[in-house]
């Protein structure tokens, strides 16, 4: 079946610009997260999702970075005024609703490569 | 969080059995072990999860001690394929507790290389 699905796979944009990055989850999944990732590290953890709300933020880096998922299922990922610092890979993971068993797994997309300039 | 150490990289030859350890020393009750696989320019890829004991499927095998402090990723007759960086992660996300944290924690992971 389809995974999940990040658009665009690769973003260039200039410093101080605003840029959206878009995750379809997996149908179904109800738990869904976005991570970063710089080059020769690890993913690091930005937010979290429940459905629509966000259950956890505390991994955003600041108030520039935003995310929404106002329907449960897409999500978008805003960052506002970006700057060199923030070029990584995003990466969206989706996983079945936590209490439908423990510890679901992450089923991760590809990822946004995100360039600033 | 539970923090995770293991090796930064590891060589093998195809064919070779190759087993990654990891260090969690301050692992939670509820938390449970997992391992991801991440090719470049790809997400991370489950590859195995186990709380206690061993846990084996058709990828891999894991073992954790008694004392569940490390756990040992093994993986049989690796090939080129297998080429890839492996992370191990400990956390519970499923929130029965309560109290438990959503932010699974990756490390730097180890990057394995096999040689042909």
Not at chain 2, 22 to 40: E, L, R, V
Not at chain 2, 49 to 70: C, H, M, W
Not at chain 2, 86 to 93: E, F, Q, R, S, T
């Amino acid at each position: 079946g389809a995974g999940v699905s990040q658009t665009p796979s690769n973003k260039v944009t200039e410093k101080g610009k605003y840029v959206e990055l878009r995750c379809d989850p997996i149908s179904g999944h109800t738990a869904l997260y976005w991570y970063r990732q710089s080059l020769g590290q690890g993913p690091e953890f930005l937010i979290y999702f429940q459905g629509t709300g966000a259950a956890d933020d505390s991994g955003l880096p600041n108030d520039r970075f935003f995310a929404v998922r106002p329907e449960g299922s897409v999500s978008t990922l805003k960052i506002q005024r970006t700057e060199r610092g923030d070029s990584a890979v995003y990466l969206c993971a989706s996983s079945p609703h936590p209490k439908s068993g423990p510890n679901s797994p992450l089923h991760f997309g590809n990822g946004t490569r995100l360039t600033v300039t | 969080l539970a923090k995770t150490t293991q090796p930064i990289s590891m060589d093998s030859y195809e064919g070779q059995e190759v087993n990654i350890t990891c260090s969690h020393n301050n692992i939670a009750t509820n938390d449970y072990i997992t391992w991801y696989q991440q090719f470049p320019s790809q997400g991370p890829r489950f590859i195995i999860q186990g709380y206690k004991t061993k846990v084996t499927n058709e990828v891999a095998s894991l073992f954790i001690p008694a004392d569940r402090k490390s756990s040992t990723l093994s993986l049989p007759r690796v090939s080129l394929s297998d080429t890839a960086v492996y992370y191990c992660l400990v956390g519970d996300i499923s929130g029965y507790s309560g109290a438990g944290s959503y932010q699974l924690t990756f490390g730097k992971g180890t990057k394995l290389s096999v040689i042909p």
